[in-house]
């Protein structure tokens, strides 16, 4: 008898808010394992590209050579073709060294201070072997010319030169994910929360005057309650602004109402924001990392299925797999 059957859930997702870089939605019938196995995957093994190597020709700049390489490494890149892409150590085209178009994106800078007004190096002066590669502030990238939104959004700082400093270098850019170093993590920010059920006691309610039940509406650091102006009753405006601090419920138990609010969390139903970096959208970080657990799921499966191939056929299974 399947007896996963009996708790199987297909859980459902509706968008609220999308942006290139900001996501909203509720992710329901399913329970906070998936959800947080979703948050951590969005934040740790969702690929991008990061710069990982610098060659360094010249550097006067008052920032020594690793202080710099490790700036460069923290600029987010578009990375929309990362997927795509091999992970260095398992490129065959270079063995393993990272610098082809299979596995790596290269970069060069090359800027002088001949004036003597301070020059600002950012991102914007990095120069792309892959124009779908580039930072992702980046305007005018490689025409040779900016305009004037260019010239007051000026990128990622990266160091400051006076007159006679120079910075030349080459940088290599390679597919990673957060778990090996947070510059390749895609997430600004990604957090969940349980979506809170607000039930209010009416009759306790009635027994307060308008003035109690503006001071217990003003109890909660968040604008979760109202008063509405012509009821002059208490309503709730925004359950979801709750923060589960309980205040309203100290608040309460301290005018000798206790029950006067019931919340209670939903524990299958999560209300998610995603910020991304930029690397890549909002939406295909999350798409992404769905498909990253099918993945790691299949997995747990096929091992699942290799043992119950070893308690049927013993070791005539594991010799077939080349085991013992």
């Known amino acids: 008898m399947d007896m996963s059957s009996s708790y199987q859930r297909v859980p459902s997702v509706r968008i609220r808010e999308m942006k290139d870089d900001f996501l909203k939605f509720e992710l329901r019938d399913t329970d906070a394992s998936i959800a947080n196995a979703l948050r951590r995957i969005m934040i740790a093994e969702v690929p991008t590209l990061a710069i990982d190597l610098v060659e360094i020709e010249a550097n006067s700049s008052v920032l020594n050579d690793e202080f710099i390489a490790h700036r460069l490494g923290l600029i987010p890149l578009k990375s929309e073709k990362a997927v795509n892409m091999l992970l260095s150590r398992d490129c065959n085209a270079c063995d393993g060294d990272g610098r082809c178009d299979f596995c790596s994106v290269e970069f060069t800078l090359d800027v002088k201070c001949t004036t003597d007004q301070t020059l600002d190096v950012t991102s914007q002066d990095l120069r792309s072997s892959d124009l779908s590669v580039v930072p992702v502030d980046s305007l005018g990238q490689n025409t040779g010319s900016m305009g004037d939104a260019a010239l007051e959004q000026r990128g990622i700082l990266i160091v400051k030169l006076r007159r006679g400093q120079e910075l030349k270098l080459r940088a290599i850019a390679r597919k990673g994910i957060g778990k090996d170093h947070a510059k390749w993590s895609p997430a600004a920010t990604v957090t969940f929360q349980y979506e809170p059920e607000i039930h209010l006691n009416e009759t306790l309610l009635e027994t307060l005057t308008l003035d109690q039940k503006r001071e217990w509406v003003e109890s909660s650091p968040t604008k979760v309650f109202d008063i509405d102006q012509v009821t002059q009753q208490v309503v709730v405006v925004d359950p979801e602004a709750y923060a589960y601090d309980e205040e309203v419920i100290k608040k309460a138990d301290a005018m000798g109402k206790p029950g006067l609010v019931e919340i209670i969390s939903r524990e299958d139903s999560f209300i ?32 699942f299925d290799t043992q119950e191939a070893d308690d049927q056929f013993g070791e005539l299974g594991a010799h077939m797999r080349g085991g013992l």
């Open 272 to 303: 998610f924001t995603v910020e991304s970096t930029g690397a890549i959208k909002a939406a295909d970080m999350f798409l992404n990392a769905i498909n990253i657990l099918r993945q790691k799921l299949d997995g747990v499966r096929l091992s």
